[in-house]
C-alpha cells in the first residue's frame, strides 16, 4: 500500500526519524506536525504546530494513518480532537509505565472504565498516557496503542545504557536492593512495529518489547563482562528512578503473545546491547555478550 497520507507528530528525533524514513520509501505522503525547531527531513511537507499553545491543528485533508509520538500527556490531545475522530487510524505510541508494578502483564488488564484507580499505582506520566489513550478510544474507532518498554539505541537522546556502560567503566556500581527484572526495546525495532502496524490487523493495545528478561544485576555484569570490568555491586533500599530510566526499583515485565501473534520481529537484548557498545566505548574484542 502506498501513496497514503500520513501526518505524524514528533517525527524529527530518536525512532520517529526512523519511522518517517521509512514510510518516505515505502512511497507515502508524510506530514510533520512540529515546533519546526528541529530539521524536517527531505520529502515531507511539514505544518508547525505546538502543542503545548493548546491550538487546533486544522488540517484540510484525509489521513489514513497518523502517528502520534509526542502525546506526554492527555492535554496534548486538545488541538487535536478534529484530527483523531476523522482519520483511518490512529497510532499513539504508549508506554509500559500505565501498568502498575509486575510482571507477565498482559494488555488486558488495564480497566478503561475505571482508570481513576490508576491515578496512585502508576507514575504521573503512565497515568497520562492512560489519559490519551482514552481519550483516543472515544473518538475513533480504529486505534492501536503500542506499549514500550525503555527504548534504547545509538540515537538515544537520553543515552540510557551508554551511562549505564560509563558507570559500569568505573568498576562499581549501586543497584536497587529489589534487583529488578528489565525488558527493553532497540529504536529501529520501535520504528518497525509502528511502520508496520497498518498493515496488520490490530486495534487496541499492544506490548512491545524483546522477549529477553534480564536483572539489573545480571544486565550490569553482562556488560562489564565484555568490557573486561570487574564490577563491584552496591545496593540501596532507596533507590530513585524516573520514568525514562533504564533502571528502576520496581520490576514490570510484559507477556508479548500478541506480538507473537501479529509476527513482529524483535532483536534479542545481547544483540542490541552489542549495536550499542561498540561505537560507545570504541572497544571491539572478539568475545561477545
Same mark, same amino acid.
Given at each position: 500500500?502506498?501513496?497514503?497520507?500520513?501526518?505524524?507528530?514528533?517525527?524529527?528525533?530518536?525512532?520517529?526519524?526512523?519511522?518517517?524514513?521509512?514510510?518516505?520509501?515505502?512511497?507515502?505522503?508524510?506530514?510533520?506536525?512540529?515546533?519546526?525547531?528541529?530539521?524536517?527531513?527531505?520529502?515531507?511537507?511539514?505544518?508547525?504546530?505546538?502543542?503545548?499553545?493548546?491550538?487546533?491543528?486544522?488540517?484540510?485533508?484525509?489521513?489514513?494513518?497518523?502517528?502520534?509520538?509526542?502525546?506526554?500527556?492527555?492535554?496534548?490531545?486538545?488541538?487535536?480532537?478534529?484530527?483523531?475522530?476523522?482519520?483511518?487510524?490512529?497510532?499513539?505510541?504508549?508506554?509500559?509505565?500505565?501498568?502498575?508494578?509486575?510482571?507477565?502483564?498482559?494488555?488486558?488488564?488495564?480497566?478503561?472504565?475505571?482508570?481513576?484507580?490508576?491515578?496512585?499505582?502508576?507514575?504521573?506520566?503512565?497515568?497520562?498516557?492512560?489519559?490519551?489513550?482514552?481519550?483516543?478510544?472515544?473518538?475513533?474507532?480504529?486505534?492501536?496503542?503500542?506499549?514500550?518498554?525503555?527504548?534504547?539505541?545509538?540515537?538515544?537522546?537520553?543515552?540510557?545504557?551508554?551511562?549505564?556502560?560509563?558507570?559500569?567503566?568505573?568498576?562499581?556500581?549501586?543497584?536497587?536492593?529489589?534487583?529488578?527484572?528489565?525488558?527493553? $526495546?532497540? !529504536?529501529?525495532?520501535? #520504528?518497525?512495529?509502528? %511502520?508496520?502496524?497498518?498493515?496488520?490487523?490490530?486495534?487496541? +493495545? @499492544?506490548? &512491545?518489547?524483546?522477549?529477553?528478561?534480564?536483572?539489573?544485576?545480571?544486565?550490569?555484569?553482562?556488560?562489564?563482562?565484555?568490557?573486561?570490568?570487574?564490577?563491584?555491586?552496591?545496593?540501596?533500599?532507596?533507590?530513585?528512578?524516573?520514568?525514562?530510566?533504564?533502571?528502576?526499583?520496581?520490576?514490570?515485565?510484559? $507477556?508479548? !503473545?500478541?506480538?507473537? #501473534?501479529?509476527?513482529? %520481529?524483535?532483536?534479542?537484548?545481547?544483540?542490541?546491547?552489542? +549495536? @550499542?557498545? &561498540?561505537?560507545?566505548?570504541?572497544?571491539?574484542?572478539?568475545?561477545?555478550?
Amino acid at each position: 500500500m502506498t501513496n497514503r497520507n500520513i501526518l505524524v507528530l514528533g517525527g524529527t528525533g530518536y525512532f520517529g526519524k526512523h519511522l518517517v524514513e521509512m514510510l518516505l520509501t515505502n512511497g507515502d505522503n508524510v506530514c510533520i506536525a512540529t515546533r519546526g525547531i528541529s530539521q524536517i527531513p527531505t520529502g515531507c511537507s511539514f505544518v508547525k504546530f505546538d502543542r503545548k499553545e493548546g491550538n487546533n491543528l486544522l488540517l484540510d485533508c484525509y489521513w489514513d494513518v497518523v502517528y502520534d509520538q509526542s502525546c506526554y500527556s492527555s492535554d496534548c490531545l486538545n488541538g487535536l480532537k478534529n484530527i483523531i475522530a476523522n482519520c483511518g487510524q490512529y497510532i499513539l505510541t504508549s508506554t509500559q509505565s500505565v501498568y502498575p508494578s509486575g510482571n507477565a502483564i498482559n494488555e488486558n488488564s488495564i480497566d478503561y472504565d475505571d482508570i481513576n484507580r490508576y491515578k496512585n499505582i502508576v507514575n504521573d506520566y503512565g497515568f497520562e498516557k492512560l489519559k490519551a489513550e482514552c481519550i483516543v478510544r472515544s473518538l475513533v474507532k480504529k486505534y492501536v496503542f503500542p506499549r514500550f518498554p525503555v527504548v534504547v539505541g545509538v540515537n538515544d537522546p537520553r543515552k540510557r545504557v551508554q551511562d549505564l556502560v560509563r558507570r559500569i567503566l568505573k568498576g562499581y556500581i549501586c543497584l536497587p536492593v529489589s534487583n529488578p527484572a528489565l525488558q527493553i $526495546l532497540d !529504536e529501529f525495532d520501535a #520504528a518497525k512495529v509502528l %511502520f508496520e502496524i497498518p498493515f496488520k490487523n490490530i486495534t487496541g +493495545s @499492544i506490548n &512491545i518489547a524483546s522477549k529477553d528478561i534480564i536483572s539489573a544485576e545480571d544486565l550490569c555484569r553482562m556488560i562489564a563482562s565484555r568490557m573486561g570490568v570487574d564490577l563491584k555491586i552496591g545496593r540501596s533500599t532507596y533507590f530513585e528512578s524516573s520514568s525514562f530510566d533504564l533502571i528502576k526499583a520496581d520490576s514490570k515485565t510484559l $507477556l508479548l !503473545e500478541k506480538q507473537e #501473534a501479529a509476527g513482529f %520481529f524483535i532483536k534479542k537484548l545481547r544483540a542490541v546491547m552489542e +549495536s @550499542i557498545l &561498540i561505537p560507545t566505548t570504541g572497544i571491539n574484542r572478539k568475545c561477545r555478550l
